[in-house]
């Protein structure tokens, strides 16, 4: 079974995976803390189809809890409501951080504070292997458990080991108060204080010895500890460097169309058949059943950069990136606020691919306020980027259609020249900042707008005023080539 490693912070997540055959504990990274990490580890733990969870959960020197553990604990049940399903075991930890620094030190290549955190992820999900054994998850486990196991005592690697000091410091503690007691009876007793003295010496005498044994043993524990740390570093090393990474990441970007998707796909070793057949599949999303008829994909695969195994097939990959789709839609409650623009949620994706083309970010508010003022008044939209992906659908080597001219004459239903109102579908994958742009357009009232040779935005309210700004700022760009 595969089992994910988190040492919990306010601040950043250290993140650790391991499979329980092997016993290994990996350095992941870390997650930052700040409202995303639960679809974060959410995601890791779909990736590596798990839904186990060791938690490290600090304590203090004397082993009472602390406010650290108080928040480790309340981020445990928070998990459980966020992951349905999670599994999760607190392991007992302290001063993993100090020995995660202290391995990357010896490593002697530059390290951030972030794999600090993912290498005492490391040490805490190692310490739960290794003391596994008739303990921790197994099929039949309840789920949520959010006891901590008691780690295992051994000599060297490790949490569990700070056992050997721990007890030496219990021992001198103890025989502290027994000297304490037999001080007070010298003092209450004075007609025994002879007495009382001479046995106060030999429990002084008895408590000198003990502390320098248990010094003793504890030096030589950490002897053997650090030797065997040691070891495991250059074993650890070992592994590292004959390991094949067993994941890759693929990025799809805000803009790009279905066909550059599907070029990607080929390139990471897919084949056209198999990618055809993932892109032309039937998917059970609720906010795809509103597309017409026989409408692709095309604008639903959101922008982002996600990591799959080398297993992973095509149809994997595209729903993992539907799923993402849908997470913004729902976030963002898009449907409800392009309800209230007059569009479908289809038809507010497909407004909001042709922004993504059209404009940056700060000028797709006004850019999508402009296109809805067209639509009000039956006015084309008459955006080339609409002809572009015409072209890219029946002529994409412009084989064809080899001038603008031509082009603005292409009769497709993508032509927004050619046909008022929007497009039969999207033309790209809309970014957050598009998808948000048509849901909350600017409050102007333009008519019109160009981007300038300067590659600035040029807005105007009349067709006189926007032809003039295209003699003034647009004399290179408005005759590229579609």
């Known amino acids: 079974m595969r089992v994910i490693g988190l040492d919990v912070g306010e601040k950043r997540i250290g993140v650790a995976k391991a499979d329980s055959s092997t016993r290994i504990a990996i350095p992941?990274?870390?997650?930052?803390?700040?409202?995303?990490?639960?679809?974060?580890?959410?995601?890791?733990?779909r990736?590596?189809?798990?839904?186990?969870?060791?938690?490290?959960?600090?304590?203090?020197?004397e082993g009472n809890e602390t406010a650290q553990s108080r928040y480790v604990r309340a981020f445990a049940k928070t998990l459980i409501e966020k992951v349905p399903g999670a599994r999760i075991k607190?392991?007992?930890?302290?001063?993993?951080?100090?020995?995660?620094?202290e391995r990357l030190k010896s490593r002697k290549k530059k390290y951030e504070k972030g794999d600090i955190d993912a290498e005492a992820a490391s040490i805490i999900l190692q310490d739960f292997l290794e003391g596994l054994t008739g303990k921790g998850f197994s099929d039949t486990s309840p789920a949520n458990t959010l006891e901590p196991l008691k780690p295992s005592l051994r000599s060297a690697g490790g949490a569990?080991?700070?056992?050997?000091?721990?007890?030496?410091l219990q021992e001198l503690q103890n025989a502290k108060g027994i000297a304490k007691k037999q001080s007070d009876k010298v003092i209450l007793n004075t007609k025994k204080a002879k007495h009382k003295m001479k046995t106060a010496t030999k429990w002084m005498t008895?408590?000198?010895?003990?502390?320098?044994?248990?010094?003793?043993?504890?030096?030589?524990?950490?002897?053997?500890?650090?030797k065997k740390h040691q070891d495991y570093l250059a074993w650890l090393a070992e592994q590292e460097a004959q390991m094949v990474p067993e994941v890759f990441n693929f990025t799809i970007l805000p803009g790009e169309n279905i066909f550059d998707i599907k070029k990607k796909l080929v390139e990471v070793g897919y084949s056209e058949t198999e990618v055809d057949e993932a892109l032309n599949a039937q998917y059970d999303f609720d906010f795809l059943k509103g597309r017409p008829e026989g409408a692709t994909l095309e604008g639903y695969l959101f922008g982002e950069t996600i990591e799959f195994y080398k297993s992973a097939t095509a149809k994997e990959i595209i729903e993992t990136f539907l799923k993402e789709m849908g997470k913004v839609i729902e976030e963002n409650q898009l449907e409800q606020k392009y309800s209230a623009q007059g569009l479908s949620l289809f038809e507010g994706i497909t407004l909001a691919s042709v922004v993504q083309k059209e404009a940056s970010p700060p000028e797709q508010p006004t850019v999508a306020q402009v296109f809805l003022s067209r639509m009000g008044?039956?006015?084309?939209?008459?955006?080339?980027?609409?002809?572009?992906?015409?072209?890219?659908?029946?002529?994409?080597?412009?084989?064809?259609?080899?001038?603008?001219?031509?082009?603005?004459?292409?009769?497709?239903?993508?032509?927004?020249?050619l046909y008022a109102g929007l497009p039969c579908g999207p033309i790209s994958n809309p970014s957050l900042t598009a998808l948000l742009a048509v849901a909350a357009p600017s409050d102007t009232t333009y008519l019109y707008f160009l981007t300038g040779d300067d590659g600035l935005m040029y807005y105007s309210y009349t067709e006189y005023e926007h032809n003039q700004n295209a003699r003034t700022h647009c004399k290179e760009l408005c005759n590229v080539s579609l």
């Open 90 to 101: 607190l392991q007992d930890e302290s001063l993993t951080s100090v020995m995660a620094e």
């Open 377 to 417: 008044y039956g006015i084309p939209l008459g955006s080339d980027v609409t002809v572009s992906y015409a072209l890219d659908v029946v002529d994409p080597d412009r084989v064809t259609y080899k001038d603008n001219q031509a082009a603005l004459k292409i009769d497709s239903c993508y032509n927004t020249r």
């Open 160 to 168: 569990s080991e700070r056992l050997l000091s721990d007890k030496a």
């Open 47 to 61: 990736l590596n189809s798990t839904n186990l969870f060791v938690i490290g959960l600090p304590r203090s020197n």
């Open 206 to 226: 008895a408590i000198i010895i003990l502390v320098i044994l248990g010094l003793l043993g504890t030096g030589i524990a950490l002897m053997i500890r650090e």
């Open 28 to 45: 992941v990274g870390f997650i930052n803390v700040d409202g995303s990490e639960w679809r974060e580890i959410a995601r890791i733990a």
